[in-house]
C-alpha cells in the first residue's frame, strides 16, 4: 500500500472514542468517522477535528485505511457484510484493523472475505481498557500478514504503547483469549484472597503493601484490591463485555479441546451477576460471588 492519508474509524464507544481522537493529532491522516448512533458522532467532533460520515458507503468509499471498534461478532456483521456496508463500497486495495474482541471463527470468515476483494485485514484486539483508550498506552496484540502489519503498526501507534504481532489472521483473537482466561484466573484468586484476609480481620490497607511487591502481585492487585474491599465497581470493563469474551474462549476451547474448567467457573459467576442486576459492575464485582451473592 502506498503512503496512508485517509483513515475512517467506525464505532465510537466507550474504547473507540478516545482511539479516533488520537488519531487526529498526527497531522498526516486525514481522520472520518462513522457511528450507529449519530450523537456519538456529534459529540465526537465537537471534540475533535475530523470528518463525520453520513453513511458507511460515504465513510470508506475514499478510504486508504479503516479501522473498526465494535462490541461483539453480530455488531462487526453488521458493519461489514449489510447490504451497504464495508465490503460493498470498500476500496480493493485498502487495509482493515478491527480492533473488536470477536470470536476466532468469525476473524477467519472476515479474513477470506477481504482476501477475496484483495483488501488487507489485521484482527488487532486490545488490552487496557478506557483508561488505556484516553491515555494512549494499549497493548495490542495483532494477527495478520508482515505486510498488512507494516502498514497498521504507525497508525496504532496513535493510540497504543505496543502492538504485538502474534500470528496469521486469527492469532490476535486467540491472544486476547489467553489474555482474558489469565484476567478471570486472578480475579478469582484475589477475591478469595480479600474474603480470607476479611475474615481474619485484617487491615486491607496494610495487608496490601505487604504482598503486593512479591510474587502475589499483579495489575489487577494493584489498581482494584482496595476498591473491591470497599464495594466500589465502577472502574471500566464491564462484566456484561467479559461475559461476551469469556464465551468466545469457551468455545473455542471446545474446538481444541482445552479443559478450561475454572474458566467456566469465573463466567457463571459472571453470568449470575447479570441475572442480579450487576452486569455493568467492572469485572472485579466478582468477589460479590464470592460472598455467595
Known amino acids: 500500500m502506498e503512503k496512508v492519508k485517509n483513515i475512517t474509524f467506525i464505532g465510537l464507544g466507550v474504547m473507540g472514542f478516545a482511539m479516533a481522537g488520537h488519531l487526529t493529532k498526527n497531522n498526516r491522516f486525514s481522520i472520518t468517522v462513522w457511528n450507529r448512533t ?39 456483521e453488521q458493519i461489514i457484510y449489510a447490504k451497504n456496508g464495508v465490503l460493498q463500497h470498500i476500496r480493493n486495495d485498502a487495509l482493515v484493523i478491527d480492533h473488536t474482541t470477536t470470536s476466532y471463527k468469525l476473524t477467519q470468515k472476515l479474513a477470506v472475505s477481504f482476501k477475496e476483494k484483495n483488501v488487507g485485514f489485521v484482527d488487532a484486539p486490545v488490552s487496557g481498557g478506557e483508561v488505556g483508550a484516553i491515555n494512549g498506552c ?27 504481532h502474534i500470528g496469521d489472521s486469527g492469532y490476535g483473537q486467540l491472544a486476547k ?8 484466573g486472578v480475579l478469582q484468586g484475589l477475591s478469595d484472597g480479600i474474603l480470607f484476609a476479611e475474615n481474619e480481620n485484617i487491615d486491607i490497607e496494610k495487608l496490601l503493601p505487604a504482598i503486593s511487591g512479591g510474587a502475589a502481585g499483579s495489575w489487577q ?47 457463571d459467576k459472571y453470568q449470575n451477576l447479570i441475572k442480579s442486576g450487576d452486569g455493568h459492575f467492572d469485572t472485579s464485582a466478582l468477589i460479590l460471588q464470592n460472598k455467595g451473592r
Open 38 to 76: 449519530k450523537n456519538k458522532a456529534d459529540k465526537w467532533i465537537n471534540e475533535f477535528k475530523g470528518t463525520i460520515a453520513s453513511s458507511i458507503k460515504e465513510a470508506v468509499d475514499n478510504a486508504d485505511v479503516v479501522i473498526l471498534c465494535a462490541g461483539k461478532d453480530e455488531d462487526v
Open 221 to 267: 492487585m494493584d489498581n482494584r484490591a482496595l476498591t473491591m474491599s470497599k464495594k466500589e465497581f465502577d472502574f471500566g470493563f464491564a462484566i456484561k463485555w467479559m461475559v461476551k469474551d469469556l464465551g468466545y474462549c469457551l468455545d473455542r476451547a471446545k474446538e481444541n479441546n482445552t479443559d478450561l474448567s475454572f474458566t467456566k467457573t469465573v463466567y
Open 138 to 164: 494499549l497493548s495490542i496484540m495483532a494477527g495478520g500478514s508482515e505486510v498488512d502489519i507494516k502498514t497498521a503498526k504507525p497508525i496504532i501507534a496513535s493510540y497504543a504503547k505496543s502492538i504485538s
Open 177 to 184: 483469549m489467553v489474555n482474558q482466561v489469565c484476567i478471570a
